[in-house]
């Protein structure tokens, strides 16, 4: 009997590498089950031309007999070329600490993540991971080969959520890589002080890749499920506010609205796609998604 993966979903499971690897290894082998394999990456269909070693390219893919020849790493290119490099951005600061249940927006961010990177390793794609808050930068560059990926998941699982997203993130713009074949997952629960995410997001488009805002919040941020009076706290500022859920939800309703159908305005204006998610959302259409876009790429 196939494991449910909704059914691995603690908060001691995905933060370690073997229970977070797990949830990655159940989906995917849910969803990839019918996957047809001519889309699995080697070197190609047709062989087109050799180019220099890369940094990151994956090994299996030298050719070893130009090495003999000329003493030079070579890649062996195709005309139809199926590997993709796929990043993900994670918002790490302290908003992503709420929570419904028993499970966060960072926690939820972190099954998305394990999951899609599986599904992309089992493609032949390398993946990297960046991880943002205004203490820590936590970067996994982009590779393919086995022992990457467990690197890969053994920084997610550990991730912390921090303070705010900084003002500037110098070292995000180092992102844009030389391959067009590149997706870059953007994972974050938008919340902003001064468009600071925003704007690090259009920042980070160029005519070369692709970039996917997956925007996660909690049902109760959307539809405000609450009674009576509350103190509400922002985690970031630790500010609080009183407020009669009664009086304020009509109103709150209809700003979120507005604020997410602004942000897909703006993201749209700039070829960025942009989709929200709920914490009791399931992760297969995050999954879909993805491989729409790859199959755009190839």
């Given amino acids: 009997m196939k494991q449910n993966y909704q059914e691995l979903l603690r908060p001691d499971i995905i933060n370690s590498l073997s229970g977070l690897s797990l949830i990655a290894r159940v989906v995917s082998d849910g969803f990839l089950s019918g996957l047809n394999q001519s889309h699995r990456v080697g ?9 220099a070693y ?19 790493y070579y890649i062996k290119q195709s005309e139809i070329d199926t590997q993709i490099t796929v990043k993900f951005i ?23 993540i394990a999951s ?18 205004d203490s ?29 997203w900084p003002k500037e993130v110098t070292e995000l713009k180092k992102l844009q890589g030389r391959n067009s074949k590149e997706i870059l997952f953007f994972i974050t629960d938008l919340h ?8 690090t997001v259009k920042g980070l488009k160029t005519n070369a890749n692709e970039v996917i805002v997956l925007q996660i919040l909690g049902q109760n941020e959307i539809d405000f499920n609450y009674e009576g009076y509350l103190i509400f706290e922002d985690l970031e500022l ?13 109103n709150y309703v209809s700003e979120v609205q ?41």
């Fill in 43 to 51: 070197a190609g269909l047709t062989f087109s031309q050799y180019r």
């Fill in 54 to 72: 890369e940094a990151g390219d994956d090994l299996r893919l030298l050719d070893w007999k130009m090495l003999a020849r000329s003493g030079r």
């Fill in 90 to 112: 994670l918002d790490a600061s302290k908003s992503m600490l709420h929570q419904e249940g028993d499970l966060s927006k960072l926690a939820y961010a972190k099954v998305v």
């Fill in 116 to 133: 899609l990177a599986k599904i992309a390793q089992n493609q032949g794609d390398q993946i990297g991971l960046f991880a943002v808050n």
């Fill in 136 to 164: 820590k930068l936590t970067t996994v560059l982009p590779k393919t080969h086995k022992q990457h990926y467990t690197r890969f998941i053994n920084e997610l699982a550990e991730l912390e959520a921090h303070g705010k």
């Fill in 192 to 199: 902003e002080e001064a468009n600071e995410l925003t704007t």
């Fill in 238 to 250: 630790g500010t609080k506010i009183k407020v009669d859920a009664k009086t304020a939800k009509e």
């Fill in 258 to 298: 507005k604020k997410l159908t602004n942000t897909k305005n703006v993201l749209l204006s700039n070829n960025i796609g942009h989709h929200v998610f709920q914490l009791n959302d399931s992760i297969v259409a995050i999954l879909n998604l993805f491989l729409r876009q790859r199959q755009r790429l190839l």
